[in-house]
Nanobody, 127 residues
Framework: QVQLVESGGGSVQAGGSLRLSCAAS????????MGWFRQAPGKEREGVAG????????SYADSVKGRFTVSQDNAKNTLYLQMNSLKPEDTAMYYC????????????????????WGQGTQVTVSS
């Protein structure tokens, strides 16, 4: 089993930047993909970005392409999400997730392929 702990959320003005971190522990060897998801009040959870654990293949939601970058440090078992040019519509609770399902490589944003979730970290962007 994998345990995930996010950090790095906070409040920032539009145009600013934040970097989220997700520290993984436990049986990380079985992880195929890591993903970042977000959920705003009254909205469904959406996939933001995903990365293949061993190949560094990445995928992004159209709404964040060119502004967000997902990366990982396998030596530290840590996932990152660098968020630049933040917009008020990026305001949400952000979650990292781990998948042991190989389908996550093709469908990084399908949350049902992920079996382990962190507790979330809040990102608030003011205009």
């Amino acid at each position: 089993q994998v345990q995930l702990v996010e950090s790095g959320g906070g409040s920032v003005q539009a145009g600013g930047s934040l970097r989220l971190s997700c520290a993984a522990s436990g049986d990380t060897y079985s992880t195929v993909c890591m993903g970042w998801f977000r959920q705003a009040p009254g909205k469904e959870r959406e996939g933001v970005a995903g990365i293949h654990s061993r190949g560094d293949r990445t995928s992004y939601a159209d709404s964040v392409k060119g502004r967000f970058t997902v990366s990982q440090d396998n030596a530290k078992n840590t996932l990152y999400l660098q968020m630049n040019s933040l917009k008020p519509e990026d305001t949400a609770m952000y979650y990292c997730a781990a998948s042991q399902n190989t389908m996550c490589v093709y469908y990084y944003n399908r949350d049902y392929f992920y079996n382990t979730w962190g507790q979330g970290t809040q990102v608030t962007v003011s205009s």
